[in-house]
């Protein structure tokens, strides 16, 4: 009943804007409601009459009087009545009441819909940890089932499964047979090892599509198993035609089959993408280092994977602290001067109101100033770095000259082991290499317990003081970062604007981000090389002196 009211009441404001507006065209001429002053009805006033509506039900039209404060002299001085018509309402409004929205439509959704079509992180690592063993799965199982197949083929006459047509018994194997056996045996232990070589190795990446390679060499596999078995089905099994040297010979032919599927899957998976083709450069943002790598003929995908490889091992980690090390934000950065007449004679000079607009272009001289001052900002780091490191290292060498082996010590000594001794001589150099972490920005990926244990390594092995070091002097390459930078399983989204599936190709860009960090890599197609011969002959390969009288020779 109060949302019905409600409403009604929403209408009734529009409907008093209008008669306002409509006596505002007609002026004092018009009828005299028009004059009337219209009241909109209040939230309380709704409440009121739902309650007086819900005692007396009988009554359609019903009359209230509004009374205002600013209002009470107009209504004294005539008898003017404000009459507010309720509409009555059924009980049952509810049920019979049709909304039609864009969330009850056929063809919409609300949003809370939205929530079913959301992929979960646990449900997309998941599908990831799918993806990655559903190719080695099926390749086992159908690697599998071939190399079963012609020892079943075998087996199946010695176990009275399959009758030969010569009806013996146990079938008899004659000295050829014997050799074909061994043969057999033989081919079947390299097929073996070369599948276990080629197929049977954990997954590098898990691409986007189908490695088209990988789908082919299965795919001749799978045809000719089939192959094999329906003609061994239908012409031994159920014709019962042939002997058991035959067989044998059937299955080692099926061996031989299987034998230069290998081989070709060793030529494209393996062999043909080792000469150099194309030159990759790569290019990381933000920072803008970059590298070049020379690849064979791939596809996008598989080309991604590799430039991924040499990523980790030959880029440094990309550190987002040291973005703004050399930045200093001046105090007068954004401040414009002005100047002002104290004694307030420029109200009576107008010539001199131009000098309270006076201002001194400071940002045109920062901007001729930028470059200076980056300039000298990255000389001043540089250089604090240096001290850092140089204080660094001589306190690492002499924390190192109070170690030494035990038994190198000829006074009596107490022993300790490689974690005690670090303990016992790292307070020496805590202070100065807390510094140089902390000028360099690597603070945050090193604890005190990981220095700790990379001391003691250290320690127990002889390494020397700048051994140590050398881990902290530089960023370090992305593989070798700490643990919370790298893990396990690292997702890289590709852009591309070509299909994943498709070779490289001359000026070819893609791109491979993951958070902050893009890829951008663009091939470029290695050039044939021409060469000719020229050959140098003895008598042009001499030589005189000319003399000169003004020089010293």
Known sequence: MDGGESVRSGRSERSERSHRSHGSHHGNGGHRHHNRPQIPSRPGSNRAMSRGQGHDTDRDDRSVTIKTPGQEHDIERG?????????????????????????????GFSMEDLDKFVVKDTDRQAGVNCARYVGTALTVGLS???????????????????????????????????GLLISFAFKLLVLLVGAVALFFRKP??????????????????????????LFYGVRIFKEKQGTYEGI???????????????????????????????????????????????VGVLSIQRAAVHI?????KDFDTYNPYLENVTKKHSKHSSTAFKVYD?????????????????VFPQAARRREAGHNDRFYDEQEYERRVRKRRARLLVATEEAFT????????????????????????FPSLARALQKYLRITRQQPRYT???????????????????????????????????????????????????????????????????????????????????????????????FVLRLNSETSV
């Not at 008898?79 to 063809?107: F, H, K, L, M, Y």
């Not at 991924?308 to 980790?312: A, G």
């Not at 104290?342 to 006076?358: V, W």
């Open 204 to 229: 590098r990446a898990t691409m986007p599509r189908v490695f088209v390679f990988r789908a082919i060499v299965l795919f001749l596999v799978f045809v000719l198993t089939f192959a094999f078995w």
């Open 448 to 542: 005190m317990e990981a220095v700790l244990g990379h001391l003691a390594c250290c320690i127990s092995h002889d390494m020397s003081p700048r051994a140590f070091v050398s881990q902290y002097l530089t960023q370090g390459a992305v593989v070798c970062g700490s643990e919370q930078e790298v893990k396990g399983t690292e997702r890289w989204v590709l852009v591309c604007e070509q299909l994943l599936t498709r070779e490289l190709d001359n000026k070819m860009v893609f791109q491979l981000k993951k958070g902050p960090v893009s890829l951008l890599c663009t091939v470029m197609k290695i050039p044939h090389f021409s060469l000719t011969e020229e050959m140098l002959h003895p008598k042009s390969n001499k």
């Open 308 to 312: 991924l490889e040499q990523y980790y």
């Open 342 to 358: 104290i004694d307030g004679n420029a109200q009576n000079q107008p010539g001199q109101q131009g000098r309270n607009r006076a």
């Open 248 to 294: 044998v010979q059937f299955a080692l032919s099926l061996v031989d089959s299987l034998l230069f599927v290998h081989y070709i899957a060793i030529i494209l998976l393996e062999i043909r993408h080792l000469q150099p083709q194309f030159a990759i450069r790569v290019v990381r943002s933000p920072d803008g280092e970059a590298r070049v790598y020379s």
């Open 79 to 107: 008898d003017e009545r404000i009459e507010v018509q309720v509409i009555p309402q059924d009980d049952n409004w509810g049920d019979n009441t049709t909304a039609i929205t864009g969330n009850t439509s056929e063809t």
């Open 402 to 425: 109070h170690i030494k082996r035990l038994h190198d010590e000829q006074s009596p000594a107490i022993p300790m082991d490689p974690n005690e001794a670090a303990a016992a001589v």
């Open 144 to 178: 599998a089932i071939a190399f079963l197949s012609p020892i079943a083929m075998i087996l199946l006459p010695k176990l009275d499964i399959v009758q030969l047509s010569s009806g013996e018994y146990k079938p008899e194997c004659k000295p050829e047979c014997e």
